[in-house]
């Protein structure tokens, strides 16, 4: 059974960081910043294109990383980040 994102979360688009470059962020993006692709309803305008980062479409939604809330979502991220910078 594969888990679905939340409707206009968007964790996954703010709390990572993200080393690869993504159009309007060529230096990527750092961790807590919300990604300029992410549009005002909370989903990826690029989702699909072959211009969104390799990191973005490795990271799928599970039960575990996204919770019940979006504030799950973005707690269980930060700490992953923090947990695995350099």
Same mark, same amino acid.
């Given at each position: 059974m594969s888990f679905q994102c939340r409707p206009a979360c968007g964790a996954c688009c703010t709390a990572p960081s993200i080393t690869? *470059?993504?159009p309007g962020m *060529?230096?990527?993006? *750092? !961790?807590?910043?919300?990604?300029?692709q992410l549009g005002e309803d909370n989903l990826c305008m690029i989702f699909g294109r072959p211009e969104r980062p390799a990191f973005?479409?490795?990271?799928? *939604?599970? !039960?575990e990383m996204c919770g019940e809330t979006r504030e799950q979502a973005m707690h269980w991220l930060t700490t992953l980040e923090l947990a695995t910078a350099p």
């Open positions: 690869s *470059p993504i *060529p230096n990527g993006k *750092p !961790a807590g910043v919300r990604c300029v973005c479409g490795g990271l799928q *939604p599970s !039960a």
